[in-house]
């Protein structure tokens, strides 16, 4: 039998051991070696931030840069008997804790004890303490004094990934320091110096899928590495990355965009359908399209913030081409409706069902507009008139109680003089102060508005149907079969949108209630029509009638400007 060594798998074999082979966190690097250089050593230092970025690996640096023969030192030499111990684990100077394992009072009680002692072979006694957020409040606080007050020999790191967890008591006695998760361009050069010392044959953006899906974890990309090697053969392409990581490729997101584009709903759910078959995620499959809509927005912000997403150039060149195919309006659209069919997709057994609804949904929305082009539209909307012509197709109006003058324009009453309730006998027009819009007449904008702001309310609102607006209170009507749409939009914050959309197009505060009724009219509310096409309003028959009991009642008359 020969005398291998056992198989050391990539992370452990490539993990640095000196500071100058830490990845992606060169401020933190600097600091620790400037406080050795200075003499300015903490007895309790706080390494947070993601997993796989180097916090365990920086605290074993750290010790040997303490303990090594030379030292105190930034460049220890890895070789005297502490390096050597301390970088295989087995000194006895240099304590490696689970927080997880020994979590309770009686293992903090243990090392309370222990720290008493002096090192056996190096300067100082050193604990890590890994996941230290899972150590009980119980021992948290049996910490506390040692920690505070330790002796000068011993020296704590602490290492999370949760520093929230972490009892501000703790915190404030350590030196804090977060890592940061290493950028994807970093981690794919890492990779192929790997690859290279490995001898193994790996296409670029085969590295480059490997990194984005390790999420900043050097030590998970380094994982997903190793799966590869040992599951290919030859060269190690994208497409065998994505079949084993389950991911989905951005070709097709840009197809499925694509047809969703073009409204075509059948070749979506081919789409669909071909991705689920080959195994992929429902949940990441929704994730990918949501950060595609992402990297779309920021083009349509600027095409410079290309810079800022992570990915081939094939891929940016596909997103430089399709983000002229959708409005900003639009893809806020699009995000909604994923995030809504995201959330949907937890509570529901079928996963493929709410995507295949929200694909569906995307390619028959109708165009979307800008807010200021729907505002720009209710200022072409028909405004009550008494003095206009009835057309043969005119409902009747509703008669609404008259408005107070409000208190920042008073209103000037004089007394009526002959001529003028003589022109008003005859008939004559009377231009009212502040003509007001009906709620049937900015429904479709209210739709639009809300389509634009939450697609969920808009989505609810369109089963119901306008009914009565007066004296500030807009009623909105639900056959009783949908007690669960009405239900959700008297939520608190679904009813304020409504109120704030309804109290901007209709020009006065609104109070918005909903009521049940046997069933709905059936009525259709269409857009408003052009201002050519704008047919007449119809008069309203009992505004003479008000305007005359409203001279006789404050003595007032009619002023002409």
């Known amino acids: 039998m020969g005398n291998n060594p056992p198989y050391l798998v990539i992370a452990r ?141 011993v020296k704590f790191i602490f290492a999370t990934t949760a520093a929230h967890k972490v009892p501000a008591t703790i915190v404030s006695r350590c030196q804090r320091f977060d890592f940061r998760r290493i950028p994807i361009a970093r981690i794919v050069s890492t990779l192929e110096e790997i690859c290279k010392k490995e001898k193994i044959k790996v296409d670029e953006e085969a590295l480059f899928t490997i990194a ?12 997903i590495l190793d799966q590869m090697i040992a599951s290919s053969e030859g060269k190690i392409t994208r497409s065998q990355v994505t079949t084993a990581l389950g991911s989905l490729e951005e070709e097709r997101l840009v197809e499925l965009m694509e047809a969703l584009g073009k409204k075509d709903a059948a070749e979506a759910l081919h789409l669909l359908d071909r991705v689920l078959n080959e195994g992929k995620d429902p949940s990441i499959f929704l994730e990918k399209f949501l950060e595609h809509i992402r990297n779309l927005l920021f083009l349509k912000v600027s095409e410079k913030l290309v810079d800022l997403v992570d990915a081939t150039e094939s891929y940016r060149e596909a997103l430089k081409n399709q983000h002229g195919l959708f409005s900003k309006e639009a893809l806020f659209y699009f995000f909604s409706v ?47 008139t008494p003095g206009a012509e009835r ?14 003058p409000e208190k920042k324009e008073p209103l000037h009453l004089r007394a ?29 904008a209210l739709i639009k508005l809300l389509k634009n702001e939450k697609i969920s309310v808009a989505t609810y609102l369109e089963e119901g149907e306008p009914g009565s607006f007066a004296r500030g ?89």
């Open 13 to 153: 074999k490539y993990r640095p051991k000196t500071f100058e082979q830490v990845i992606g966190q060169d401020p933190l690097v600097t600091t620790l070696k400037n406080a050795i250089r200075l003499k300015r050593i903490g007895h309790a230092y706080l390494f947070t931030g993601p997993r796989g970025v180097g916090k365990t690996s920086m605290a074993r640096i750290f010790a040997k840069a303490l303990n090594c023969k030379n030292g105190p030192t930034p460049t220890p030499c890895g070789e005297c008997q502490t390096c050597l111990e301390i970088e295989h684990a087995r000194s006895l100077d240099v304590f490696e804790i689970d927080g997880a394992s020994n979590r309770g009072i009686d293992e903090i009680r243990a090392l309370r004890e222990n720290v008493k002692f002096a090192p056996a072979l190096g300067k100082y006694k050193i604990y890590i303490i890994d996941e230290v957020h899972q150590i009980t409040a119980d021992g948290f606080n049996a910490l506390l004094k040692t920690l505070e007050e330790p002796p000068a020999h």
């Open 212 to 223: 984005k899906a390790a999420d900043g974890s050097l030590r998970d990309s380094q994982s």
């Open 338 to 384: 994923i995030a809504h069919a995201l959330q949907t997709l937890k509570r529901f057994e079928m996963k493929r069902v709410p995507l295949e609804i929200a694909l569906v949904k995307l390619a028959h929305h109708a165009p979307m507009q800008d807010i200021s082009q729907i505002l720009e539209e209710l200022k072409n909307l028909p405004r009550r």
């Open 391 to 404: 057309t043969p197709a005119a409902t009747p109006p509703q008669v609404s109680t008259p408005r107070v």
């Open 416 to 444: 009526p003089d002959d001529e003028s309730l003589d022109a008003l006998a005859d008939g004559a027009d009377v231009e009212p102060e502040r003509p007001a819009l009906s709620l049937e007449a900015v429904w479709p």
């Open 473 to 561: 209170v807009a009623r909105i009507l639900f056959p009783d079969k949908l007690s669960f749409h009405r239900e959700t939009l008297e939520v608190d914050g679904n009813k304020k949108l409504i109120e704030k959309h309804l109290t901007t197009l209709l020009d006065e505060p609104v109070r918005v209630e909903f009521q049940s009724v046997k069933e709905l009219s059936g009525k259709t509310y269409a857009a408003s029509p052009a201002p050519d096409e704008t047919p007449a309003a119809p008069p309203d028959p009992n505004a003479q009638n008000v305007i005359k009991s409203a001279m006789n009642l404050f003595g007032g008359r009619i002023v002409r400007s």
